[in-house]
């Protein structure tokens, strides 16, 4: 019983210890997500410094090469929506197989080009063909 409330109480731990996503399109979300330390939406973050971005996804279909875009865009003004591309194996397997778990950890700059600001930013997995596999999307403040 004490094994069944300490294994609650951590899985309790990790689900409030993620940042918040809002699924915005097909696919299964990340079974975990986490942007730095933010655990709210939005999420705060300071130009020039980098973010440690950790994710655990379980593939619903193998693919040779899996590419993770992430997309930046502002909540007001100018459209200028920024987009960086990764492959996926530079912090995971590559090929990945139907069902197996892959856990991602990166870092990425805060750009000092980016102005500060609101942001909405969306990352969106996609397989080697270009099949999209989850797309999701947190909001962000940009500060100096």
């Known amino acids: 019983m004490i094994g ?77 929506p920024v987009e960086l591309v990764f492959k996926a194996c530079t912090s995971g397997p590559c090929p990945v197989t139907t069902g197996q778990t892959v856990t991602y950890q990166f870092y990425q700059e805060v750009y000092n080009w ?3 600001g609101s942001f909405k930013v969306t990352g969106r997995l996609y397989t080697t063909v270009g099949q999209q596999l989850f797309c999701a999307y947190t909001n962000v403040i940009i500060t100096v």
Not at 4 to 23: A, G
Not at 28 to 37: E, I, K, R, S, V
Request: proline content about 9%; charged content about 5%; overall charge positive.
């Open 4 to 80: 069944v409330i300490i294994l609650l109480l951590n899985t309790i731990c990790i689900v409030s210890s993620q940042t918040s996503l809002t699924p915005c399109g097909l696919g299964d979300l990340p079974t975990f997500f986490q942007a730095g330390t933010c655990t709210t939406s939005p999420c705060t973050f300071i130009r020039g410094s980098s973010v440690s971005i950790k994710i655990v996804y379980t593939y619903p279909v193998g693919t040779l090469i899996p590419l993770l875009k992430l997309t930046l865009e502002p909540l007001s003004g100018f459209y200028f």
């Open 114 to 116: 980016i102005p500060t």
